[in-house]
């Protein structure tokens, strides 16, 4: 027993020194200074100056070279990387020996040091302390191969954003994309708001919402599939121009154009029409090209997109026409010639589809991947678009625009209906027509009283964030810019 009681003690003492050494270790250093900082402050100064310039950094080792007495590491942090060179001579052999060699790939170090030049020019460090402050307890992969693995890349984004540039960057890029944005929102006059995420009524957008539950209003919730009816509330209340970033969530298909849980921008400007939105995002988009890439055109698999020239405008009837010129438009709005045109192109169409649903389907199938460059669609079918304002001379059109890039429906825009009839009409119309469907539709009476208080002529918009950025960045999927997308359980 007392055996047993002076060896806890001894253990306990060796464990509290062990401690404050550590403690001692992180009290000690300081990281101070970022690898590309220094790259650009330094890089063109002389050896005097840079002899005189003390350097404190800290980051994951990427690369290792040990050498006998000398060595030099990769040094990766935020910034980039930088070169250290490590002496046992300047460090003590004891802490070279005993700790530095012990050293792999992945663990985090920090180095005081002063700055030098090799004989190849490169702006290293060369280090007079040495702290190990963290060790990797499981290897990295291969730098040289990457994580080629899309499994890996996305379950574990820790060891891609480690060893891919490229998607680190993507996501640094990603940041500046949203916080330029919000900086142009905000200079135009708009507030940004926040809007339920869960709500009792699914609304705002025709898709299958996820179903949760709140035990304590005993009621069904779901998570929205679009903040619509709660910002166009927020317009009738008299915030004429706002906007909101956040995520919707969709409980349906993933592909690489499609994540169950997005983000999305909806904006909503009083007293505007389509005409005037379509101006307004063109001028974003291409501020965004020219303001954070430099550039007039973006590479897009291999396809260069020209953000300088005006945007292309087409009518929905017109872009059939141009992509599939065996089409009559004097017949388009004719159901039985519709049907002999899918016929013959092997196309079924469901029991309940009207006029205005036929059309669509055609032109998603013969045109949308053809709109490589950046294109508005305008004047979309009644049929299809619940919440967009009739066009004045003509009542089977709406108000309404799409952006495609690259084949991708990156916005969808309208002159928002503001009359509460039609628009109850409208939504049991809806009801009507999904009720075989998966689609929860409800008609919101909730909303339908607010309009009945009056919305101002309003224009609004939501542009999918992850879209842009798929197309700014080259991105293949719509994977490759969210940090963790939706996966399959193992």
């Known amino acids: 027993m007392i055996v047993k009681k002076i060896y806890l003690y001894i253990n306990y003492k060796l464990k509290k020194n062990y ?3 550590k403690k001692n270790i992180f009290k000690n250093f300081k990281r101070i200074d970022i690898s590309n900082e220094i790259h650009n402050k330094y890089n063109k100064k002389n050896i005097k100056e840079l002899n005189k310039k003390k350097i404190s950094v800290a980051g994951r080792i990427m690369n290792l070279r040990i050498m006998g007495s000398a060595s030099f590491v990769k040094l990766k942090d935020m910034g980039g990387y930088i070169q250290l060179y490590i002496t046992k001579n300047k460090i003590s052999k004891k ?7 012990k050293c792999k790939l992945g663990d985090i170090l920090g180095v005081k040091g002063f700055l030098f030049k090799t004989k190849t020019g490169e702006l290293s460090i060369f280090c007079n302390k040495l702290y190990i402050l963290k060790k990797s307890l499981r290897l990295l992969p291969n730098k040289f191969n990457k994580i080629l693995d899309n499994e890996i890349k996305y379950r574990q984004r820790y060891l891609d954003l480690i060893i891919n540039n490229n998607s680190y960057n993507i996501f640094k890029i990603r940041s500046k994309i949203i916080f330029y944005i919000r900086n142009y929102m905000n200079k135009n006059k708009f507030i940004e708001v926040e809007t339920p995420m869960l709500q009792t009524i699914p609304g705002g957008a025709i898709a299958k919402p996820f179903i949760t539950y709140h035990n304590y209003l005993n009621i069904k919730m779901y998570l929205r599939i679009s903040p619509e009816l709660y910002l166009k509330r927020l317009v009738i209340g008299g915030f004429e121009r706002v906007y909101e970033i956040n995520k919707n969530f969709r409980n349906e298909g993933i592909s690489s154009k499609h994540n169950p849980e997005f983000t999305m921008m909806e904006l909503y400007m009083a007293y505007a029409d389509y005409k005037i939105l379509i101006k307004f995002i063109e ?4 501020k965004i090209v020219i303001k954070l890439f430099n550039k007039k055109k973006i590479l897009y698999k291999n396809k260069l997109l020209d953000f300088n020239k005006p945007f292309k ?6 872009s059939i026409k141009k992509y599939y010129k065996y089409i009559n438009i004097k017949y388009i709005f004719n159901i039985f010639y519709l049907k002999k045109i899918l016929k013959s192109i092997n196309i079924k169409i469901k029991k309940h589809f009207k006029i205005g649903n ?3 389907n055609l032109f998603e199938i013969l045109v949308i991947h053809k709109l490589l460059k ?4 305008t004047e979309y079918p009644i049929e299809i678009s619940p919440l967009s ?7 089977s059109i709406a108000e309404r625009f799409e952006l495609f890039i690259g084949g991708i429906e990156i916005c969808n825009g309208f002159s928002e209906l503001n009359n509460s009839k039609d628009q109850n009409e409208r939504f049991k119309e809806q009801i009507k027509t999904n009720k075989n469907k998966n689609n929860i539709i409800y008609n919101d009476k909730e909303f339908i009283k607010a309009l009945e208080y009056g919305l101002p002529p309003t224009a609004g918009l939501g542009i999918g964030i992850d879209r842009i950025i798929m197309i700014l960045t080259n991105s293949n999927s719509i994977r490759d810019v969210i940090l963790f997308p939706t996966m399959k359980q193992l």
């Open 313 to 318: 405008k087409i009518t929905m009837i017109k």
């Open 374 to 377: 950046p294109t508005f669609i």
């Open 283 to 286: 001028s974003l988009f291409k």
């Open 389 to 395: 304002k009739r066009k004045y001379n003509n009542s």
């Open 19 to 21: 401690l404050k050494k």
């Open 95 to 101: 802490i070279y020996e005993k700790q530095f060699k």
């Open 358 to 360: 036929i059309i669509n």
